[in-house]
């Protein structure tokens, strides 16, 4: 599984149940959890994670100021930084 989608899945079960044996980083929250109970908190990141697929305006400029670059440099940085923060979660295609 991808390391982004399970901290974004504890993060979002520690904030979503308040309860504090979650909110540690080593808490091995995926072994408190059942795979069903992993799955839906895994699906939870992803659509959080893909949300952010598009960054906004402020981070557009954000990274501008920082980099002199142009916005459609950022847009394909962004893009790509989040298609890796994804792609671990995807099966591997038998060759």
């Not at 991808?2 to 929250?29: H, N, P, Y």
């Not at 981070?59 to 950022?74: D, G, I, K, P």
């Not at 989040?82 to 792609?87: E, S, T």
Request: charged content about 30%; hydrophobic content about 40%.
């Amino acid at each position: 599984m991808g390391a982004m989608i399970d901290r974004v899945a504890q993060a979002l079960l520690a904030f979503e149940t308040s309860a504090s044996e979650f909110k540690s980083e080593d808490c091995g929250w995926h072994s408190l959890l059942n795979e069903s109970g992993r799955n839906f908190w895994r699906a939870k990141a992803r659509a959080a994670i893909e949300a952010m697929r598009e960054p906004t305006d402020e981070q557009r400029n954000a990274y501008y100021e920082l980099s002199h670059r142009t916005e459609v440099m950022f847009d394909a940085h962004w893009e790509r930084a989040i298609d890796a923060a994804l792609v671990s979660e995807q099966p591997k295609a038998d060759v």
